[in-house]
């Protein structure tokens, strides 16, 4: 049989290693640049934000409106078969898995200020997010994120259609 005594150093050894091994990653952690932070908002809101900090969110009813008035391009960041399944009306395919190949036939005829919407589907979905981002590197200024976009349109039942357009067919002005 193994002593109490055995038993119990062996326990102190243990939890002298776990504590030491939190101390050290809480340590590289903190010398280390662009560390992850301990505490923070991890919310959806806080999420979409841009570089700058700038809320990159757009609620259903703002995007409505610029969907009714024609001012806004819609780009489904989803997968092609995703997208065939069904999308916002007129949205253009742009699937962020597959940016090189679309992004210029996405994107060609629309001006640096045009008002861009990306969605995809599901609240932890950052596919809309990581568009967005990228297209406002790549030069456009006005570029939003409706977050669970998908479902909320059609929880709401507002326009969609099905099929496969190719990207520079689709668009809504």
């Known amino acids: 049989m193994i002593s109490t005594t055995v038993c119990n150093r062996s326990v102190r050894q243990v939890s002298a290693i776990v504590v030491i091994s939190i101390l050290l ?3 590289v952690n903190a010398l280390r640049p662009g560390g ?8 959806v809101k806080a999420r979409m934000v841009d570089e700058s900090g700038l809320d990159m969110g757009i609620s259903l009813d703002d995007s409505v409106r610029a969907f009714e008035d024609g001012h806004a391009v819609f780009l489904d960041a989803r997968s092609l078969s ?3 399944q ?9 699937p962020f898995e597959e940016l090189d190949e679309y992004v210029i036939d996405a994107t ?13 589907d599901g609240e932890a979905c ?13 030069g456009f200024e006005r570029v939003y994120v409706l977050t669970n976009g998908w479902s909320l349109w059609v929880d709401n039942g ?6 496969s357009t190719l990207p520079q067919e689709g668009g809504q002005g």
């Open 25 to 27: 990653a809480l340590s």
């Open 82 to 84: 995703e997208y065939a």
């Open 36 to 43: 992850i932070p301990l505490v923070k908002d991890w919310s």
């Open 86 to 94: 069904g999308h916002i009306k007129g949205a253009r395919l742009l």
């Open 158 to 163: 507002l326009p969609v259609e099905q099929g």
């Open 108 to 120: 060609a005829d629309l001006s640096p200020e045009a008002l861009i919407i990306t969605y995809c």
């Open 126 to 138: 950052m596919l809309s997010h990581d568009l967005a981002l990228y297209l406002k590197d790549f």
